[in-house]
């Protein structure tokens, strides 16, 4: 006997098809009976006698027939019969000046020069391509986005190194040398060319050469290290002073060389009356930079020497002599040497800062607090419009009787900073009396973080902004590290309306769950 033959693949197909019906579903059989008559007993193949028979068919739900829903909703499913959103065509409709002007807002808040972003606006259709390439928005450019991967190098290798600096050297020519980057330099106002490791005296010619030397009235050059290494030994002071007669702004900070006296003065000369801010932080300074900048730029308004090495006794006091519109200065981590050595030199000093706005005099810890603490006395004593004053790492150790806080004359100041603060209990109610008869109604920010105030100072300060919270400014204070306790924060924040945030990091007397930040939508579980 022969083995049973295996039905083929086709044939297991035409016979799944013959048992499916013409829905795709399969055939349920209906059996149907049928009762001979009794008197009838003869056997017939006659279909025709059957023609008026209907069977009766097995009552079936009528959802069997039909097919499957899709189960599997879209998740746009309650967007279908509504409009797109993405088919709007507002932006095109936008006309050209004031898609411009938005370019322009975005270029100058957000950017903060960055070129890549207008390359991503170019790319969301022709119409904001067209705009994103108008040359108006180029006045506020950070080269170093141009530069791109190139300034990523860290390796300590020389080969290495000089093959960045050939790159960065040919990648700022072929900048300089394109036809359409050149118009857009024309209408650059702020030029930042900071952070360029490689950036050198000849670097910096060639990009100036290249822009309307009138229109850049903002320049940075912060941590170009390398920015007076020159093949025709020339001065970035002098450079500076060929191409940028206009300049309102300069940042020189973080060069870490001495300052060429001859060259800055000459660099002073020829901007003359048009700077307004400078920032000459992180150098080494020469003794008599104060006297050159004060005798040529007699509109200064702001000026930053912190953390640098002062050589000499430096004449703080001309600033307010021959800048009368003088209002911030920063000298943070920055011991000068002047002749200011006693209590009394200092109030008997008729040199003062009447229009001083911000001071940041951060004390050195190396260099001792007794000469730091005079000469800040001597600058904010008679400035009645100061409103911010930083003095981290504030400590005294003069006469017991000396009130720092009540020489002060200010009643605006807004903005305290004394973290860090070695602070005796004298001191701590020395700062209490002068909040108390001055500055409750006007401070904004209040910065303790880390001093060592007195646990009474302290809870004196705060029935001060208490009382007078219906006047009371105060918005931010910082605790961190301090003494204060829980029952005092909680009565703070609930009588205190103003407030919108106080940090408890690493309080020790707070109770566990409120050592963090805590801001103005969680102070309804205090103020219940």
Known sequence: MSPKRKSSFTEKRVRKKKKKGLLGYTKKSNILFFIKDIGDSSETDDESQDLDYEPDFIQRDHYTLKPKRNTNRSKNVGIKNQKNIFECDWANGLPYEILLQIFSYHALLNCNGDIKELYMLKKVCKNWSYVANDDKLWQNLKFSSLLGNELNTFSTDKITIQRSVNKIETKIKNLCTNCDLKNKFNHIRVLDLSDIDFLNCDHLELILSNCNSKNIVDLSLANCKKINNSSSNKLFENVIADYCFN???????????????????????????????????????????????TTYCENLEMLDISKCVLKGNVQLELISSNCQNFRCLKMCETFPKTKFNTITSVLASDISFPNLESYSGSFYANCGSNPMIMLTTKICKDSENLKFMDLRNYKTSLDKNFNFFSLIKTKKLEKLFLSHSNMTEIDSNFLYMGIKEKWTESIVDLDLSWSTIDFSALKKIFECFRIHNETCKLKKINLTGTSVDTEMIKLLIKDVKSLEQVNLTSCRSIDRGMKRVIFKDEFRLFRD
Not at 271 to 283: A, E, G, V
């Open 247 to 293: 300049l309102k702004c300069l940042n020189l900070s973080g060069l870490v060389k001495q300052i060429n006296i001859s060259s800055i003065t000459n660099l002073f000369e020829k901007i003359n009356k048009n700077l307004i801010s400078l920032n000459l932080s992180m150098n080494s300074l020469p003794s008599n930079v104060i006297n050159a900048l």
